[in-house]
Structures are given as C-alpha cells and as structure tokens.
Nanobody, 111 residues
Framework: VQLVESGGGSVQPGGSLRLSCVASGFTFSAYAAAWVRQAPGKGLEWVSAINNKGDLSTYTDSVKGRFTMSRDNAKNTVYLQMNNLRPEDTAVYYC?????WGQGTQVTVSS
C-alpha cells in the first residue's frame, strides 16, 4: 500500500495550488480519503474528506469555499484544489485512506 502526494510549493497569499495523491497496492475506489495538514509547531488538522464514490465531500470551516477535494478512481488519485491561499494554510499536507498515510507535501504561503 502506498500513497504519494505531490503538488506542494511556495505561493503568495491569494494564490492557488493543486495537490495530488496517487494510491497503489489496494482497491482505492473502495475507500474514503482525506487530506490532513500539520502546520509548523502544531498538531494534525483534518482539512477535508471524500467518500469512495467521490460524490460527497466535507471540509473544515477554515477552508470552506476555498478548497475543493475530488477524486478520479480510474487514476487512483485524489486531489485538493486550493484557491485564495492564506499564510495560515502553510503546512505539510498528507493524504490518508484512514489507515495508510502518504509522506506529505509542503505548502508555504508567504509574501
């Protein structure tokens, strides 16, 4: 089982990034997935989750209206489209199927 995130980087406030997480080694389409982040010096924070079919997603209040989670089960991939990024979104972003975790991808929002 492997989850590999990509798409992180450094952007200015108001910018956008799209994170991807590619799954392998299991039947990805059978599982819900989530994005979780960890800001410097802080604990893990759940960001968003999506059901296995991709037709139901939910978000923490601080990202509602700015982030969109989606998935393409044919590609074994989940995405997190992040718009209007803020400095407080700076964190390492992890994807999880609620059992396995990726290695994380760094997102830095700074002017």
């Amino acid at each position: 089982v492997q989850l590999v995130e990509s798409g992180g980087g450094s952007v200015q406030p108001g910018g956008s990034l799209r994170l991807s997480c590619v799954a392998s080694g299991f039947t990805f389409s059978a599982y819900a997935a989530a994005w979780v982040r960890q800001a410097p010096g802080k604990g893990l924070e759940w960001v968003s989750a999506i059901n296995n079919k991709g037709d139901l997603s939910t978000y923490t209040d601080s990202v509602k209206g700015r982030f969109t989670m989606s998935r393409d089960n044919a590609k074994n991939t989940v995405y997190l489209q992040m718009n209007n990024l803020r400095p407080e979104d700076t964190a390492v972003y992890y994807c999880t199927d609620f059992g396995d975790w990726g290695q994380g991808t760094q997102v830095t929002v700074s002017s």
